[in-house]
């Protein structure tokens, strides 16, 4: 399973996990995913962008840190930190 999913796959991974609950366990599972599911849906939770996949990076070619130029956060960062402000390069959310 990918790192990082869309709405869309998240929903659709959890209809085919729905479909093939085995045991008490898979109940507990998809009951804790469909808590935080409802967590994003009200705003509580927001996806976040990792900044070395955000249109606003600008990467150290050296090391694994660089400069956010979004102008609500504009401070050096790890390539691996994230926030909520970031817009992904290709666009998607």
């Given at each position: ?6 709405h869309a796959e ?78 992904r390069k290709?666009?998607?959310?």
């Amino acid at each position: 399973m990918p790192n990082e999913m869309n709405h869309a796959e998240v929903a659709e991974t959890l209809l085919y996990l729905d479909s093939h609950i085995e045991s008490d366990n898979d109940i507990r599972v998809l009951s804790a995913a469909a808590a935080i599911l409802r967590r994003v849906a009200s705003g509580e939770l927001r996806p976040v962008v990792h900044c070395k996949k955000c249109e606003f990076w600008e990467n150290d070619s050296v090391h694994n840190y660089g400069m956010c130029r979004n102008p609500n956060v504009g401070s050096v960062k790890m390539d691996t930190d994230f926030c909520s402000f970031g817009v992904r390069k290709d666009g998607a959310e």
